[in-house]
Every structure is written in C-alpha cells, then in structure tokens.
C-alpha cells in the first residue's frame, strides 16, 4: 500500500524549475571535487521526527496529520510506521536514516516486553534495509522521556535507574549492530542538573563515564566496530547539561580515557544554545580529530529552545561544508536532519517540502564551499596572516624550544611589532561573492 500516492520520487531539475516536489540544487551524481554530492552528505532522516513528531509544542497539543498511525503501542503500529518512514527514504532519496529505540519501537513500561517488542521491530526494520539498500547512519537509546529517567539515567542519583539505563543501552546497541548501523550516539539529555544543592557533580560525572566504558566494553565483546559518538548541548531539558558543549565533551572524554573510543556528533541547534556559531563547534571537534557526525538543522536566535528548525540558512550551509571538506569528508558519519516541521506546517507532504529544502541548501553550502577553495583568496589571506609562525622565531616557539629568556633576549634586539590588518571584511566580501 502506497502511503504517499500523490508524491512522485523526488528528482534533481535544476535552477530554473519551478516544481516544489524537484531538487533544485542537490544532484545526487554531479561531482564536486572529485566525489559525488551523494557521497559527500551522506544525508539521514531522523525518524523520531519524520514518523514520531506530533508537531506540538508548550502550549498546544500535536497537529501532524499521520493516518496511517492508530497511535497504539502495538508492534503491528510501529511495523506500520517502519513500511510508510522507508517509503519516504525511497521517494525523497536518502540513503540513511537515525533512530532512538523508543522511536521504532514502544515503551511497555516493562523492561523485557519492550526489549522483545524492539527485536521485532528491528527484524522488520532489517527486512526493509535488504529491500531497499537503505542504511542505519546511527542508533541511540531514548534515556530521556521515559519518568524514571526524570533525574538522569548515567547520571541518576539512585543506582537502580543507572542499571536499567545500562540494559537498555545494551539492547539498543545490540539493535544498532544486528542492523549493521555506522555509529551510536550518546545525548545525555537528563545527564546534568536543575540545582546543584542536591547535585554531587563528581560522582555523577565518574558513573557517566563508567557507564560509556562499559559500552566501550560491551561493542568488542559483540564484535561492534561502529564508531561512538556524543552529542553536545548545553541545556533542555536539563538546566545544565554536562556534555554541554565541544569543548567540555572533549575535555570529559580526555578526563576519563575515553577520546580514543568517541568522537562528537554535532547540532547546529545546540551551538547555538551554547552562545556559539556552528562553526566555532565543528572547528573544536576537528582540533582533537573529533568531528564524527552533523545533525543538520538551524534554530532561531529569538527563542530560547531547541526549535529544531530544517536548514535554509547558505551562509550557515556553506561554512558547514568548508569544515566538512577541510576534514577529507565523513568517514563514518553525515548529515542526519534531526530537523522538524513548523506546527503549522501538518500535512503528510510538507514532509517532503521540508526535507527537498534542507537537501537543497546543504547542496548550495557545497557548491560555495569548493568554490572558496578553488578560487584560493580566503585560503591564501589566512596563511599569509600566520606568516611569521613560519619564520625562524615562530617555528622555534611551536617546536617547544624557545625560553623565556631566549624570548626576551629577541624582543630587547627588535623594533615593536607592527600588525597586519585582519581584512575581516575583505573576506566575508569574497564569501558573498561567492556565494
């Protein structure tokens, strides 16, 4: 059965077409740099939102017009919602797709008929994988919605919660593996605290990272070769969240020996709600050799949430892809749209609005991206500015050979330095030329 009869497999047309279900800029095949545009994004669905999202908000109930979901918990439902989520892949042409285990599968408030309710589901999610070609990017474990986790679940100060968060990774990962998925996320989105006066921060800190350990543990005893990855934010629901941002993540997986076993998945959404660019997060991960996954989405500066909004902003598409190609391309991880629909925005093919813009847009962030390569300038101004690292002095200094004393000796026999200008605006004027 066709859930989406009326929607034609979304195709590149161009610049100049006019047809709202056509790509205008993604051509899955055209090269760029020698690689596909296809191979480039790696694009992922998130199926928490294609399939699970009832658009609501704080103050109004869900909108989403779904009809072929009867909103039981019953494996049959979500088998059902698995059938029309790979029929979309199909039609809009994405080639992976995301997942929390309570997204594809329901919570049964009963650990052992949920997990048996989840292997179903992953037996059928499988079957649909081997039809179509199409790919797990990454799996997680829904550690946040459910109320015993209210408190945390690494974090949790009763160790009985921790336990069952365990379990549930485990059955999560084992689900991500049997489905052959690339990677597995890690979002503490519980993991931190409202208040600090019943909050022993350490301890919290030492189970989280046992319990990553253990996961650590568990990928080689079940041959699991996939890449771990944490997804920082700062805060929401949690006041203040521990992975709250690139930087504290790496300085966490540092801390506790675990930087060789993880890299970061970064949100554009939540670099925002940490006070940064998307730019600023990508360029720390790559720093540390870190950067493993993007989630693909804006938010809006005015609102203080997660709005979890689809990407239309070139400027914030372009300087994505100049990280992505500056770091050789994903390897393990993508572009995953862990993006929503407006609450106004209902209907079942606003689905395919949504994502066609996000697709195209990244496309358009591609295109600038290797043109700001190719055409050199802003490459070559940044070299030139770090010049004197390059000389005598500064190739000392980087090399840890240089004293204070030595340094000082050097200043006492030299005129006061004269700095060169930044040129900030030259080359914001050669990315609008560009763009």
Known sequence: MAHFPEIPKIAYEGPKSKNPLAFKHYNPDELIEGKSMRDHMRFGAAYWHVMRNSLSDPFGGGTAVMPWDDYSDSVDNAKKRADVFFEFLEKIDIDYYCFHDRDIAPEL????????????????LGGLQKATGKKLLWGTAC????????Q???????????????????????????????????WGGREGYAT?????????????????HMAVDYAK??????QFYIEPKPREPST??????????????????????????????????????MEHELTVAMAANALGSIDANQGDTLLGWDT??????????????LKVLEMGGFTTGGLNFDAKRRRESHEPIDLFYAHIGGMDAFARGLKVAAAVRADGRIGDMLKKRYATWDTDLGAKIEAGKASFDELTEWVKSQPEPVLASGRQE??????????
Do not use: W
């Open 109 to 124: 408030n009963d650990f052992n008929k949920s997990t048996e309710a989840l292997n179903a589901v992953v037996d059928h």
């Open 143 to 150: 550690l946040f919605s459910h109320p015993r986790y209210s």
């Open 152 to 186: 945390g679940a690494g974090t949790s100060p009763d160790a009985r919660v921790f336990a069952y968060g365990c379990a549930q990774v485990k059955a999560a990962m084992d689900a991500t593996h049997k489905l052959g998925g690339e990677g597995y996320t890690f």
């Open 196 to 212: 600090l006066l019943n909050t022993d921060m350490k301890r919290e800190l030492d189970h989280l990272a046992a319990l990553m």
């Open 221 to 226: 005893k079940i041959g699991y070769t996939g």
């Open 240 to 277: 203040h969240q521990y992975d709250s941002d690139s930087a504290a993540c790496l300085n966490f997986l540092r801390e506790y020996g675990l930087l060789d076993h993880f890299k970061l998945n970064i949100e554009t959404n939540h670099a925002t709600l940490a006070g940064h660019t």
């Open 308 to 321: 979890d909004q689809f990407p239309s902003d070139l400027y914030g598409t372009s300087k994505v892809m």
């Open 426 to 435: 030259l080359l914001e004027n050669i990315l609008n030329e560009l763009l």
